[in-house]
């Protein structure tokens, strides 16, 4: 379970509006039965407004989606579905919107 992972949203409530869930949590901490997810919502589709440095778009498997750092959450690692792609080449946007959300720098 790497760390910038993207997984298949598994929980029937949200998948509609949230289809993929990135994985933020630390590598280091993989033994853990949770981990610290984001939604990713299609930017087609987000309702959300746009906040660039708070909610970042990401290209995952060739579609763009809304990261939607403000709904940050701790799941069970049973929720996830299967990995759809990986976005560590975006880490430094990652890191970005939940500093922001956490220090609001």
């Known amino acids: ?16 509006r949230f289809p993929l869930l990135l994985d933020v949590q630390s590598d280091l901490l993989q ?13 087609a589709t987000a309702r959300a407004r ?5 909610t970042p778009n990401l290209n995952v498997a060739g579609k763009e989606y809304l990261m939607v750092t403000p709904q940050l959450a701790g799941i069970s690692v049973r929720e ?15 890191i970005g919107a939940i500093d922001l959300l956490i220090t609001g720098i």
């Open 50 to 54: 746009a906040m660039q440095a708070l």
């Open 31 to 43: 033994p853990l039965n949770t981990r610290v997810v984001v939604p990713l919502s299609p930017m």
């Open 1 to 16: 379970m790497p760390q910038f992972a993207v997984y298949e949203n598994r929980n029937e409530a949200t998948q509609g």
């Open 80 to 94: 996830l579905g299967s990995i759809v792609d990986t976005v560590s080449s975006e880490r430094a946007k990652i």
